[in-house]
Each structure stands twice: as structure tokens, then as C-alpha cells.
Nanobody, 117 residues
Framework: QVELVESGGGLVQPGGSLRLSCAAS????????MGWYRQAPRQQRELVAT???????NYADSVKGRFTISRDNTKSAVYLQMNSLKPEDTAIYYC???????????WGQGTQVTVSS
């Protein structure tokens, strides 16, 4: 079991940047694949980016070239650097963890990102 707490969301103008952080508590963070998801109003939750326990990354087409997911296993944290933000990036962003063996999912409480002038 791992507890996840997101931070770093806020209001930013189009073209701006934000860096989201997800702090994990619990045993053996290195045994989790991590991801960022987002959910806009009246929309389904969608995958934004993932990073495996080994460091391999994947991105949704809509954020490729703009977002970067990373992890720091010494700090038990995962990050999402978001550049060139667009209004359509507005959503609640959630951190996700999946144990590579047990496959159980853990979710953070979410952090609001609003891209608007």
C-alpha cells in the first residue's frame, strides 16, 4: 500500500509552465510503476504520462513534446513538468501507482490545473 499526495497545481496563462509533484509514502517505492492522469469537467479520466519502475516513459499524444514525467526513487517522488500549457490542459491531475507484482492501484487526491488568461 502506498499513499500519494500531489502538489504544484494552480492557475497559469496559456504558454506557461507548471511542475507537479507526487510524494509517495509506503514501502518500496521502486516496485511501483507510476503515472499521471487527468480529468476535465464532464470528461473521463485520461492517461497523461507513465513511467515504469525502470524509467521507461510513455505519453499521451496530446502532451508529447510538452510534458515530461520523471521520478526520483531516493525521494519516493514522481514529477510532471508541463510546458507550453494550453487551455485544454485544464483538469484535475491525479498521481497513480501500480505495484509491479501485486498490480494494485493507488491514487492521490488530485491537484487542480487551470490554464486561462
Amino acid at each position: 500500500q502506498v499513499e500519494l499526495v500531489e502538489s504544484g497545481g494552480g492557475l497559469v496563462q496559456p504558454g506557461g509552465s507548471l511542475r507537479l509533484s507526487c510524494a509517495a509514502s509506503g514501502r518500496r517505492f521502486t516496485l511501483y510503476d507510476m503515472g499521471w492522469y487527468r480529468q476535465a469537467p464532464r470528461q473521463q479520466r485520461e492517461l497523461v504520462a507513465t513511467i515504469t519502475h525502470g524509467g521507461s516513459t510513455n505519453y499521451a499524444d496530446s502532451v508529447k513534446g510538452r510534458f515530461t514525467i520523471s521520478r526520483d526513487n531516493t525521494k519516493s517522488a514522481v514529477y510532471l513538468q508541463m510546458n507550453s500549457l494550453k487551455p485544454e490542459d485544464t483538469a484535475i491531475y491525479y498521481c497513480n501507482a501500480v505495484h509491479i507484482i501485486y498490480k494494485d492501484d493507488s491514487w492521490g487526491q488530485g491537484t487542480q490545473v487551470t490554464v486561462s488568461s
